[in-house]
């Protein structure tokens, strides 16, 4: 903070304002040209529908559809073609497109290539029948895109009673609401203001206060930027809707009056339908704009705005404090002075970040959303549910089950059963193999002892092996009726053992296969590590008159220790999420009490599809992780050079 | 040959054979998850038609193991890394619809002329929210297997069945009158669907402690603890063994099953029994149902589309009925005398009479982990049927809310 | 080397061993069982009707009721095997060459130099880990096939399993260039030799048992991996040897674990040849001390 001089506050005070203000201004020109977008389709979206709406009248009353088709096209000032499908008879009813003119009378058949009309009628259909069925609104029921710079195509549902038997598609010129944007740009006064009050920092001493200062004025310039950028948004959104519905009057006005349109058909809430087709009620048939009801329909998109504009202004005060502290600067001297050591570590780091930082940001990320297979095409702004997959998952704390009858039973797929059963897991396995590694790694490590290239050859066989055969052989091992292991046991005298029948038992069962599988790797580590301890070492220890026991713990201990360390973490990390013996051998029986928290994750991913929530468990298990790790590390200092 | 002359040759036949090659434009790309014998008989129906297509269209297969295949199509395909056509069980079809840009519709290609010729069964599995997305190739289904010098005539009954069992079953010894998975909930479907039981009713609401379904299974118990003519754990492994042993009289399992049956075993197939328990019902076991299905993002739909059409037409069926021993889903390829006379093949047509197609929703796969937890704690008598199921009905309840929410 | 045990009889220590060995054999001799069998079934134990301890006994050795290598055969003849093995072989050992470049470099910055970001940078490597990977295999897909253009490439699968192998190999490397004494490069300072220069004529010769545990670790990373080379592999010839055993088990089919044990033992073959020629740099008289001495 001493190092807080003018120059550096200003220069962090300027970082921090173009980035807050820079990238907010940017979030605001997008949330505007969004809204004004939707105002755009939202009057296609009118227009088609109140064509949808006569089509169907007429096609009800028998009349002639080709003719009203061409009629509408004409009458509405925004609708430039129309096009009618009938799926039910795989037909093209009515259209003015010109290619469908010229290829004869109506209706006609459609071909081949026309196959998309078809499946989009269908996709309707079948929208319209899953969101009747699920009682909600799922999937989109009005299909909108973009086919030209300023041509929007709708397609709506054609309905025959409740069934969807065709599609009606509308390509209209885009209607554009009025530019809502007046006075100055809300960043300009900001900016002002803070080049004003930067005058004020001459007058304050160094350090702590100039920081703070400067800090103040970040924060005022920021809050109010974004807070005029609200208004901005709010304003937008009513100009918006305003258009809408003046939009709807003139498509209305315009229907009014012919002999073939109903005048019951004219009311414009009708046609004001957002994408399930559920009525808006952004406005009165009358074309008055309910302001109430427009704005609670924006206060999420609001809310969005401002959680946005917090995080950027975090970001910007990073910044700040990045510049204003001389942090920076220190960064690019050390960028410089040891290059040659980031020469190293680069190559490395990139690929880290590529493969393995990368997909890790998604899926934390991900876990702040609800994204299911239901709604995976929805976009993921509009599933933000912040922190409640994880407060889910803290919350699951039934671990003891009341029965109906009174008796208590442990939950087995409770979270925290789930949870101590995977560190009972992962503590016996990595003791179980460190223990036997080292054991054998010190044993293969004697000098004279005969035959140890046949031993080591033989012990690492259960890493060379494919772990799919062999875990499935140890699964077969401990069958009931016909497991070698019950052999033995009756062999001996006893009665054989139902080994998934009980969670310990059970748990013996994947405990034996994977401490089967991993020691190998254990004894490699360490024998590779035997050999940086230098043999003048012992001589020293045994010259003052140290014993066999004190050898071992006071040098080879400390000796093995850099090697150790590093692979007794990361082996506690890979049993954790140790998916694939629990997934073959014990399968989680009984009722789910050996699962752990990996195989829990894959299956709210893979069976449950709840993308998102597994993320959350999976972020989960990584914190637990990390905190595991930051411990260790502390305890044994592994980050420490000698 | 001088050696000019050799050269010359060699680029007049280089020559005359690049614009046939060039000719074929069209590459369709197949993925399947066939091995050994079907993969073989898959294989020769794809060279057939590249042979009959040798001027416009080229069929590249690739083989894909099972268990990664969903997860590979799931990747690649919504990115349009996919194949043009690719060839799954049915069991998937719904949450790929739902996922989107994966399964195309073939609706508009099909007429009653096409649909006529499928088990409508077959076709029914094929179907998601009143779409199309694919035709149906092969059906697998299970049957009764039975050793016929241990079994002179198959059970019809229950009640018959459990007789014959019991004449052959001596526990100490490891042998069994009856073998098959019972704890695993697909082949219960089998009984369950007896009872008239099931795991889902009206708009996919999970119904799986239903009366029917406890009473299911509680004859499951009876077969398991009280006659006990089954032997514990049932991986499918050990029934395998018991049966080339001759340890097991009677089997229930499915095509794919006799493959593995060692050729000193005599055998025979019969439709499964009915069930005097549940009224003389017949057994009904779940069905599943390869489809050969369009990649929403092919380029080549329609090309794709008749190399579907032939794929499960009667000829390609014939093929794989007689060769890859597949039970083809063409009503016409059983009008062949040679299939028509091959008893396993029509064995497993009689049973499809009495199957049911497995469901096709995202919501089934939601089902298995607690159903084979309620199946196992049941075997295990850690609970009683009715308990286990509503604690499965509870927990798939949960989990289908939090995917609809 | 130590010395310590030489109090404790090496009969002992054979019997522990020789126990070891048994523990380690018994399941694989199972899978030779399988493979050498002929059939396709997953062993289980044979008994006759009410059977005696010496039956029992006979029934838990594992041993074929024939002999034979038709498994053996069959595998390389009606499917590609030996392709599927060279393109994992290649794989591999291309992991190898570049996951310990890329380790012993970044290792070596982390033990030898002190620069800002450093502790950040270790633990990054080491936090890496702890993200479980069952989601990730879409975002994977993306990047590697969508992005970078890699998709039926063997590099593609190279970069996986390489940054799938760096944390372990940077941390063990590190530990490891830890305790070879500075005195030996300050040494080389003085006489004018660059820090690269250092790092490939000194610390790698010395480090040569690490590097051994590396290499050994970043094999193995590639060669058993299935989902990813499945994933990205669209072409049955760039498949690898772990996507083509699966394709003899698994779904509605026969399951072929006869082939798959036979495939699994040719498998592991390469393995134990690699460690075969590795242990000799596991064993060797050349450690640190004896150079310092």
Known sequence: MRDASVGRTVAGLITALVIGIGLMSLILGEARRTMTRSATEQNAVVTAAAAADVLARVRDDGGDLQAMTVALAAALPDLEQLRVIDASRRQLAASTHAADLEAGDFPQRLKREQKGWFDQAKELEAAHSTNVMEGKARKDEVLLRAVAADRLEVVLPLFDEDQVTGSVQAVTVAVLPADASGGLPGWIPVLAAALLLLGLLRLLPGGWPRFAAGLVVTAVALYLHASLGADTLTNTRLVGEQSVADHALDVSSALRGRPDVDADDLAVTRWNIDRFRVGRATFDDAGLVAVGRVEDGFDRDRGRFRQGAFVLSLLAVVFYYWVATGWARRTGTALVKHRSAYGFVVPAMIGMILLVFFPFFYGVLLSFFNKTLYNVNQPLYDLWVGFDNYVSIIADTGVVRTAEDGSRSINFQNFYWTLGFTILWTVSNVFIGTTLGLTLALILNVKELRFKPFYRIILILPWAVPNYITALIWKGMFHKQFGVINQVIQIGGGEPISWFDAWYTSFFAVLMTNGWLSFPFMMVIALGALQSIPNDLYEAARVDGAGRVQAFRFVTLPSLKPALVPAVILSVVWTFNMFNIIYLVSQGEPAGATEILITDAYKIAFEQYRYSYAAAYSVVIFLILMVYGIWQNKVTKATEGI | MTKPVFWLATLAVAVVLVPTVAMAEIELVVWHAYRGKEKAAFESVVEVFNQDHVDDVRVKTLAVPYDAYADKITAAVPRGKGPDVFIFAQDRLGGWVEAGRTMEPIDFYLYEEITDDFIPSTLEAMQYQGNTYGLPMNFKVVTMIYNTDMVASPPQTSTELIEVAKLHTNEAGGKFGLAYSYSDFYYHSALMNAFGGGVFQGSRDPVLNSFENVQSLELMMQWFDVDKVMPAEPSSSLITMLFNQGDAAIVFSGPWFLSEISESIPYALATLPTVDEAGGAPMQPWMTVEGAYIAAPSQNKDHAFDFVLYLTGPAAGKTMALEGRQTPANLRVYDDPEVAGDVQLSAFRAQVEHAVPMPNFAEMTMVWSPATTAMNSIVRKASSPQAALDQAQKDVEERVKSLRK | ?293
Not at chain 3, 199 to 214: E, G, H, Q, R, Y
């Open chain 3, 1 to 293: 080397m130590s010395n310590r045990n030489d109090s404790v009889p090496h009969f002992w220590l054979h019997l522990f061993l020789v126990f070891m060995v048994l523990v380690t054999v018994y399941p694989i001799l199972w899978v030779l069982t399988v493979a050498f069998s002929g059939q396709q079934a997953l062993m289980f134990v044979d008994l006759p009707p009410d059977p005696s301890v010496l039956d029992r006994v006979r029934a838990v050795v594992p041993w074929p009721a024939q002999v034979s290598v038709q498994n053996f055969v069959d595998v390389f003849s009606q499917q590609p095997f030996g392709r599927w093995l060279l393109n994992s072989a290649l794989v591999a050992a291309a992991t190898t060459v570049m996951g310990v470049f890329l380790a012993t470099t970044a290792g070596y910055a982390f033990s030898r130099f002190r620069f800002p970001g450093r502790r950040a940078g270790m633990m990054s490597f080491l936090i890496s880990q702890m993200f479980p990977g069952t989601l990730t295999l879409v975002p994977l897909y993306i990047i590697i096939v969508q992005w970078l253009h890699l998709g039926s490439n063997y590099l593609g699968l190279i970069l996986l399993y390489s940054t799938t192998a760096i944390p372990f190999c940077v941390w063990m490397l590190k530990g490891y260039f830890d305790t070879i004494p500075r005195e030996l490069e300050e040494s080389a300072l003085m006489d004018g030799a660059s820090p690269a220069v250092i790092f490939w004529k000194i610390i790698l010769p010395l480090s040569k048992p690490a590097v051994a545990v590396t290499a050994l670790f970043s094999f193995m990373t590639a060669w058993n991996e299935f989902i990813l080379a499945l994933t990205i592999m669209d072409q049955e010839s760039m498949y690898t040897a772990p996507v083509g055993l699966r394709f003899f088990v698994g779904g509605f089919a026969e399951q072929q674990w006869g082939y798959f044990a036979a495939g699994s033992i040719v498998a592991a073959l390469p393995v134990m040849a690699l460690f075969l020629f590795l242990q000799r740099f596991l064993i060797s008289g050349l450690t640190a001390g004896a150079v310092k001495g």
